[in-house]
């Protein structure tokens, strides 16, 4: 058994991964930007209605973290041996975030009534820790690993610089906007009002860092910069600023627009999309950058295939149960009503 002539299981491999960690992204990152914007809400009626919009739903959100996390090992061990110890302590950092949220949403209604201080300074700091942490894994990334021998020969600080730490602060902005735009789609009344002023500098926040990386990334990269820069690839990729464009307009008016529900999140998860796919255009083939394609990194073509047939079963029941969940727990929340 040595793989399938004529299919590429590496590329199949990385568009997993890529998928799995957009989808974690996506629905961790409305997840943690409620604890991130929990200081911006003070009444304990409106967070209990914060939490409960996502409490149905929250843990599941990781399992895409863990699909790939576990693709990463399996299909591109060198990869793997390579980005954790680079990363270990973001990473380590990172979980610590999300286990004081996990215990704040466990505690935090089943305290006694006015104690739900802790809990909430809990699932405040645990989504900014974690959030952050993200962030600055993803501007390690982005800046690369010294690789030589097939082995990481980097510091275990390597990964502390302005750019990564920048970084951080931008993954924040934008798990922020997804937190603001999830609350206008599942609230209702003044709490919703309040999500509706705070998208908008939101919004300006998220474009800003997203502008100084744009230009921050090629400044530094040469390879980055030719990759954009360079005819024809800058007729092909001006379609992503472009759309960023219109996306943003088109978020601002959803904004405005009281009968907009469900707008400002799509929009934003389009918003997010674009900035996913730009980080894909500035690294591809590269799953260890600056210079380590995944085809070098992949392991042997018998160890993909055995992976991805169990893989191809677990994906479609993974998406059929996530849509289940939402689908079940869909509509308003309302004061009073979800997790206890």
Known sequence: MNGIPGIDLPLIWAIIIIFGLMMYVVMDGFDLGIGILFPFVKGKEDRDVMMNTVAPIWDGNETWLVLGGAGLYGA?????SVILPALYLP???MLIGLIFRGVAFEFRFKVQEGKEALWD????FGSLLASFCQGVALGAFIEGFPVENRQYVGGPLDWLTPFSMF????VIAAYALLGSTWLIMKTEGPLQATMRRLTK????????????VSIWTPLSQAAISARWFSMPNLVWFLPVPILVGVVTLALLRAIL???SHHAPFLLT???????????????WPNIIPPGVSIWEASSPPQSQL?????TLFIIPITLMYTFWGYYVFRGKVRAGEGYH
């Open 76 to 80: 591109f061990p060198l990869a793997y």
């Open 306 to 310: 055995f992976l991805l047939i169990g």
């Open 121 to 124: 300074k809990s699932f405040i």
């Open 91 to 93: 990473l380590i950092f």
């Open 201 to 212: 500098p939101l919004l300006f926040l998220l474009l800003a860092f997203t502008a100084v």
């Open 257 to 259: 627009r009281e009968d």
């Open 167 to 170: 970084c951080g602060l931008g």
């Open 269 to 283: 998860l389009a918003l997010i999309f674009l900035g996913y796919s730009g980080l894909g255009i500035s690294l």
